[in-house]
């Protein structure tokens, strides 16, 4: 079975000639580059923001700038500019690319250039280095995905909280290889607890008699498209809980999705070789599938 992400996108050549917004300017893919000496390439050391363009609009656009200066401030990190000077940064990035719709921009912002090779944030002395890159990219996942359980957890609070869009993504990345090397396409994570949680990449959701669970949200990033999923289910009569629940739970369930800015809702057919009800798009999922795109064409 060939390797599917969840970020799998369709190739376009016009990904070849995109122009990134670096610290202000617009630069040529090869001359996008930032310093050896950036907070973010030494030491992961920034916050990213992830949306997706869909005829003329970013989805939930208030929302992920809420987020991405949640996040900055939580790790003490001053973007340089208001929310109005990040929009217009955005919107100067996708005229400047010609883009209207199926694109996907990430945001990403880290403490910028150091002084020193070395953690402490006082070396960080020229301000943040903020860029966007923004490509035409519409999803294209062949199949639904599989999972397989892996022993890296989404941890505490007081180590990583993970509920922060980071630029520290190595746990996850070391998740997704151990499932890469079992034979799934990504990785199913759980909480400190051992209850389901999330995957590498995006949220988790189950289907069980009609019922959407997914988790507390306590050890997990409260994705906007999650919250979205939530909300359709209570405004539209389906049954829905942030709730503990275990692999026991999981392996029995009708259905699976994720959620995500990237690929919305994406069905899940396997979880560690064991299928998931018909092992393709459920009833329920495809229902919520449509009620999203509803949500979005109207927002």
């Given at each position: 079975m060939a390797d599917v992400t969840t970020h799998q996108a369709a190739e376009d050549a016009r990904n070849n000639d995109i122009l990134i917004y670096v610290d202000g300017r617009m630069a040529p893919k090869a001359e996008a580059v930032v310093s050896v000496y950036d907070s973010g390439f030494m030491l992961g050391d920034g916050v990213w923001e992830g949306l997706r363009l869909y005829d003329g609009k970013w989805a939930f656009r208030d929302e992920h700038i809420d987020r991405?200066?949640?996040?900055?401030?939580?790790?003490?990190?001053?973007?340089?500019?208001?929310?109005?000077?990040?929009?217009?940064?955005?919107?100067?990035?996708?005229?400047?690319?010609?883009?209207?719709?199926?694109?996907?921009?990430?945001l990403m912002v880290t403490r910028g250039v150091k002084v020193r090779p070395f953690q402490h944030t006082s070396l960080s002395q020229s301000g943040p280095t903020f860029v966007i890159i923004m490509e035409h990219s519409k999803p294209s996942i062949p199949r639904p995905i599989t999972l397989a359980t892996v022993p890296h957890q989404r941890g505490l609070p007081m180590t990583q909280d993970p509920k922060l869009n980071s630029h520290s993504k190595l746990n996850c990345i070391l998740a997704c290889i151990a499932a890469q090397k079992a034979g799934a396409d990504e990785a199913l994570m759980l909480d400190v607890h051992g209850f389901v949680n999330t995957t590498n990449a995006c949220n988790f959701f189950i289907v069980r008699k009609g019922a959407v669970w997914t988790s507390t949200g306590d050890y997990c990033m409260n994705g906007i498209t999650r919250q979205k999923v939530i909300d359709l289910c209570r405004d539209n009569d389906i049954p829905v809980a942030e709730r503990n629940y275990s692999l026991v739970d999981t392996y029995d369930a009708d259905e699976a999705f994720l959620t995500g800015t990237f690929g919305a809702q994406t069905p899940v057919s396997h979880i560690d070789g064991r299928q998931i009800g018909t092992g393709d798009l459920g009833p329920v999922t495809a229902r919520l599938r449509g009620l999203y795109r509803d949500l979005v064409a109207r927002s």
């Open positions: 991405l200066f949640q996040a900055a401030k939580a790790i003490d990190l001053d973007i340089g500019m208001d929310r109005v000077g990040v929009i217009a940064a955005l919107d100067q990035t996708q005229a400047a690319n010609g883009m209207t719709t199926d694109a996907h921009a990430r």
